[in-house]
């Protein structure tokens, strides 16, 4: 079927690519016009001004948003709803904030424009892999996009079945699913990523914790300041955590995309050294604390995992010194500098 | 090759049967004879005493003990240490403390036993997944052994191969790795465990944050002791927690197996009514953190895995009546009971 | 100076007392009117209405609320900007959100009608040691007030001066202070609460572990479902608590007035078998993390403190039976229940 | 009476100065010579070597250690039991682990030498307020040497006395308090310390978010890396956070020692430009969350703030690295260095 895509990011543009592979019409737009050409020399019908994007979508238009959050989603959905026709659809396949996707689902209603938000997970594996992909909005809206949906998603693969997934029917399996009304795409997608941060603060502090087994050869001193190690002969394992993130890949507990990837990275550059460890986070994992907390649901773990890259970025700098401030006050201990 | 294994639980049974299904010779012996007779009739070579039992393997033996952590594992070593001659292995597959390992292998050296230490994992699954294994010890040991590893590991499967791999030798690909020398499997196994808390928490607290995000349907009533919910429009999705598991093992971020353990649990009760939600921990956890402190490395994630599972079983009881008790004391505030 | 007061629960009934004690003149309203009559016997003037009420204050008024914050402080505020003139001055001492105050203020001051957010701490103790305050709003305004503030503050009594106060002026010494503009006394009021909790937890998690130091004489038995206590030796202690929290109050790190209401709490019942241990939380503390998340800046002890207070009341019980339900598809592990 | 003090720095040197002014008699050796001659002008006997600082005393002997724990303590204690006589009594008054005091009593005890572990808090500030002390060992000890701890103890002061303290004996209220058999003192004031990392960590994580309430004037930009401050106008506060500090020693609910200290601080130096923030930890806040691992019991709060002091370090770096890493692989994300 036709769709229209905007924005055309390292996301964007292979949505487009694995749907024109799949025989769809895809009309593109992009702020800067390179990448435009770029898709219509794989096939892509280009477009230069919004105007002329909407003139070249047949209507009832299907319309797939895929720039960042915040601003520059809301000025495009502005501008659109000023140029679409009563049915048209805009799906909003970015990172919005939930809370937005109701808003503006509600003020394009009054002008019959329907609206869906997408969370859609995959990142840059997603061409080949297929996206994942977390739906709201009115059921009879994403059927008619099925289509769509179906070409995106990756599929059942070679991935076993859940058992008993036998007596259900749903695109579960297929890698979409309806979540519910507007916003319960991007609320999903939102914990999903949430859960992601969690997840990969896990493996991190887990191989942390191997990386230093061999502190015990360090002789490290002790002092009025500093703890002394009790037992330096357990601390003498000088691991290979290349060889550690494969063999968890094989039947361990463990075992995870996610746990691939670092299996990667690791082999690739044991040592890490091109990275500095200021590491950014990109709103969803903030969206799932503070709905947490609007919930009153514990969530120690997903927040211990957001504050690390908080810390990262320093943003912990003065706490520590008012921490420093306050030993020297009652002990008049003095910074050790390592 | 012949191999003995002591301790026919859950796991160790379905080793030997792993075993005994690709060829190996399998002694077994078992405090209670039942599950002797047991792995009998599907082959093995069943005794009734420890004695018995070594003496009905050939020099130098090869000994797997899978029985648990602690004393039960310690009285096992103690007694076979006198049995035993120079040059016998013990293989200690169970979850022992790697702190245990150091000191036992060097006492069994003074016999010239050996002893190898190896995390595995695999759980219920393992007889047709295979275990994964982390092994510490001697490497020359560790080689001849290598029949054993191999049958008991996966294998290398269907699963995609880490880029670079092809130019790396070693047997992590294929589910075992030796990790360095005594205590190294089990400090591995360690972590592995540490971080499967760790996971298994982040999965648990975002499914949390889903099952809560009708809290706006409630009507929560506000008074001087509860916040109110601002904006409960915001909160008014019922999710089907066993569609979300389901989709998100197909190209998410978030897809492994624990995932893919969760979508079967919720999918065959969502509502997980036969829990009660009193959550064990089995040591790995507490001497990660513990390891983890030793070292000076921070693990608020791991650590918040932990302590949730303390929490679950009303440990932290006292503490929260302390703090009502407080509340009380400069508040007047009264305990509202939900 | 004349001033009317509005909401007669704990805090608004002890504020008017320590004004009507002072040589301040109350008028008082509540909804209910029984709390009325009891500060009429102290010497206020009551009014039935809230158009007596307004009516019986001099121009310029200066009313304070003490009613609880959210919806009930929205209607009160409302209300009375339909009655007041310009240059009346509306005075929020409870726990509003200052995000409320913001918005509040704005709309006001289209009216002329100036507004003070008044961060107010002292719980039930405030009537004989005074309130501190936290002041937003405007400078000039905050000077009008001066005679109120100074009478409802605890003065400087007798603490310790902190060394170099002698050449500073202001009013933080007396007790109270202006933060900045409006919102900046509630956000102030917000953190100290968030602090609040932190502090609460540290001494609660403490002395929960003192509580369990006797832990080694249980006899805690293991299975392959528990770890078991390696050194039953080390937790062989019974520790007085009252005892412990009253030494820590003379010449200790540790030492607050937090500590001084938990050694009172413990004496008078050790083991606070009054309390179930379900800690309401009421508003500051989660917007104290919503604003940290916000900021980007770090809180992982806040954080924690907080989400005991939501396990503490069951918040997270879904996600407890979830690790149970994973423990138990990957490892078959049946939940012991204790 | 008389005692015998070995070990004058901070502590040490200003324990004998409070003793000699209040009349008791100081023998002292310091392994440096130079503090000993500094109190020796004070009015203490000094003494060259073990040997002549033992013979100074008159059996039985009362000896107080305030060395470094671990490695000089051992030696100090070891050393001495060599030179000691039958009910001689040595005094551990530094930070050692409660396990090494269980230890050490046993050992001494064979020599009918006693041993007490003191907790000692108080700081740089002992010499004038009292050291606040937490004692184990056996009852009638203790009780010989009550005009020590009288004298080093604050006394009861002008601290309001908690309600119901007058139909209690003991001695809690002076300062001092035997918490039971060896060990308990060292335990007790563990969990202080632990308790104390906690309370720190509370008013720095507070503070840090009023130090960063201006951040919405900093015009934060947006990209597909980082999240955008939603609204800005709710951060343009710039608070005085010397000032707020000051205010909250008056009548609020987070009024504490520690608050006074951090007061001290901020006025003094209200950016803390001459610290770092590299916070040292010296053992006992590692050793409560050992104990409360060990327990089982909850620590969400003591480990926080533990591992904050970690991080400070950079002890978290590698696992920064690999976050980054992960993200690098899975959605190509380039670190965005600030």
Known sequence: MQIGVIGLGRMGANIVRRLLRNGHDCV????????????????????????????????????????????????????????????????????SYYIDDIRRSKELAKRSIHYLDVGTSGGVWGLERGYCMMIGGAMEIVKDLDPIFKTLAPGRGDITRTPGREKVTGTAEDGYLHCGTNGAGHFVKMVHNGIEYGLMAAYAEGLNILHHAN????????????????????YQYDFNLAEIAEVWRRGSVVASWLLDLTAIALLE?????????????????????????DEGTPVPVLSAALYQRFSSRGEDEFAAKLLSAMRFQFGGHVEQHQ
Not at 68 to 79: F, K, L, N, R, S
Not at 269 to 293: C, K, M, N, V
């Open 28 to 95: 593109v737009y992009n702020r800067s016009p390179e990448k435009v050409q770029q898709l219509v020399a794989e096939g892509a019908i280009g477009t230069a001004t919004l105007h002329e994007f909407v003139s070249q979508l047949a209507p009832p238009r299907a319309i797939w948003l895929m720039v960042p959050a915040g601003e520059p989603t809301e000025q495009i959905v502005t501008a659109l709803s000023q140029l679409l026709a009563p049915e048209d659809i805009i799906i909003d396949g970015g990172n």
């Open 269 to 293: 550059q044991p040592t890490l050294e091109t990275f500095s460890g200021q590491i950014s986070d990109s709103g969803e994992g903030r969206w799932t604390i503070a709905a947490a907390i």
């Open 215 to 234: 502190i015990g050869k360090e002789g490290r001193s002790a002092n009025a300041e500093t703890a002394p190690l009790q037992h330096p002969e357990h």
